[in-house]
């Protein structure tokens, strides 16, 4: 059967993604009709209702589902779609009580416009009440125009421009709600521990959801800080923890009697039973054993820019050898630093993906943000590796530059990636610019020249 999805005009690259992930979590045979970025509706086939509700319970990016009645290029075309599709059904709906509503996207209509085009379905004979608040049933008309020809119309004129017919019209009975609403829970605004990198609400529900986030599996967050994605993974009911090489963007300000920020987070959602812990580590020199434990990885890694990027060690020409405090090696004493030293973008980029090819079970998936720029010139290539296969790429929008959510799959043993993987970089450099190509360029491309003035 078809139903129509109506999705929020936001993060359009993510939407088909979520929507795709949210079929393989609900074990929901999806096959994906009519979409288009730059439309709100999408019409799906999925077997029935029971799996249509079930796909989009948890959405974060879709609003609202309907039963697909009909749909046409004009009136005309919508009532007979809606003829040959429903005709048998009318019956069952004949004494329910009902309401009939409007959605327009990029247009739309005054209220004495809108009843002729509602009494226009009469001929399906509906004798029930009309109840407008909470009603049996709720049938829906939905117009879609060109948004190019209403963004062009002149405002300014005194003459009134004619309204632009819609170019699509759709017709419903709805089904169910989305989870949009789960953001306002999740508002950073409204949590207790965050600092200026924490991942929104709704992006981190969303990565969660697209890297398959659900009950009885484990996902763990490389890069924690404070713990949105744990937190967004923890929502659907998956066992988190994470790690970060600087455990004061974990545990934040000591508080005494009070628990470290990010658990205060899961304390705060009534999460902790899903917390398992966050402790200190460099995910280039990882402790963990290379053997799948994971099912779901997601993070995401400090880009280079304000600072340069570091990991454990010391640079080369420098003791390596351990320092003595008292005949006691200083790195077993209480609040010891282990040295650290700058380190390439790039090359981090092959660890990650290296680190998820050895730690992922088969099919599990790995979701992390990188950086991006909409110029060419400063475009940074997307990693591969040979075990991994590349699932979706999404796309957030800044004013000179983005960044983008990569997710791969781990592949099955003997199954290998299509991708050809990149050739293994080794870090040259001692600067954080000569260390990181994109932030060097970043800099280069936007910071603006000095004034060459003098100053009298």
């Known amino acids: 059967m078809e139903y129509l999805v109506r999705f929020a005009q936001v993060h359009e690259s993510f939407r088909r993604s979520e929507i795709e992930a949210l079929a393989i979590v609900s074990n929901v045979d999806l096959e994906i009709v009519e979409y288009d970025e730059e439309s709100p509706f999408c019409i799906i086939k999925v077997p029935d209702e029971k799996a249509a509700r079930a796909l989009v319970s948890r959405s974060v990016l879709v609003k609202s589902l309907y039963e697909l009645w009909g749909k046409g290029q004009n009136y005309q075309e919508l009532h007979e779609d809606v003829r040959r599709r429903t005709e048998s059904k009318w019956p069952d709906y004949r004494t329910c009580s009902f309401k009939f509503d409007f959605d ?4 739309k209509r005054t209220s004495k416009e809108k009843i002729p085009l509602i009494q226009s379905f009469g001929y399906m004979a509906f004798e029930g009440p009309i109840i407008m608040a909470d009603p049996d049933e709720t049938f829906i008309i939905f117009e879609l125009y060109d948004h190019r020809v209403a963004s062009s119309r002149d405002k300014t004129s005194r003459t009134p421009s004619p309204q632009p017919e819609p170019t699509k019209l759709y017709f419903g009975r709805w089904l169910a709600s989305g989870s949009r609403d789960v953001m306002d829970k999740y508002d950073l605004k409204k949590r207790s521990y965050i600092s200026t990198t924490s991942m929104d609400a709704e992006l981190s529900l969303v990565s969660a959801n697209i890297t398959l986030a659900a009950p009885g599996k484990v996902f763990y967050d490389p890069f924690v800080g404070t713990g949105s994605f744990c937190v967004a993974a923890a929502h659907f009911g998956a066992f988190t923890f994470g790690s970060d090489i600087d455990a004061r963007s974990f545990k934040g300000q000591k508080e005494e009697g009070k ?13 902790e039973a899903n917390y398992l812990d966050a402790f200190t580590s460099d995910l280039t ?15 995401d890694p400090p880009y280079g820019i304000r600072e340069g990027l570091k990991v454990l060690g010391t640079r080369e020409g420098k003791n ?6 008292d005949g006691v090696p200083t790195y077993t004493l ?7 030293k700058p380190y390439s973008f790039e090359a981090m980029l092959n660890d990650i993906l290296e680190f998820a090819a050895q730690t992922l079970v088969p099919n599990g998936r790995i979701s992390f943000w990188m950086p991006t720029a909409n110029d060419e010139d400063i ?3 997307i990693p591969s590796n040979r075990h991994l296969e590349l699932v979706s790429v999404c796309v957030q929008q800044f004013n000179k530059w983005s960044r983008r959510l990569l997710t791969y799959r781990r592949c099955l043993e003997g199954e290998g990636s299509a991708i050809e993987p990149r050739a293994k970089i080794v870090p040259a450099g001692t600067t954080a610019d ?4 994109f932030r060097k360029r970043y800099f280069q491309r936007f910071t603006p020249k000095a004034n060459s003035c003098s100053t009298p």
């Open 379 to 381: 475009e940074l290539a």
């Open 320 to 325: 390596v050898g351990p320092v003595y405090v």
């Open 334 to 340: 209480e609040g010891y630093i282990p040295p650290k």
């Open 434 to 437: 000569e260390l990181n190509s």
């Open 104 to 107: 327009s996207y990029a247009g």
């Open 259 to 271: 628990p470290i920020g990010l658990v205060r987070n899961m304390l705060q959602y009534g999460l």
């Open 285 to 299: 020199n990882t402790p963990f054993r290379n053997m799948p434990i994971f099912d779901g990885i997601i993070c």
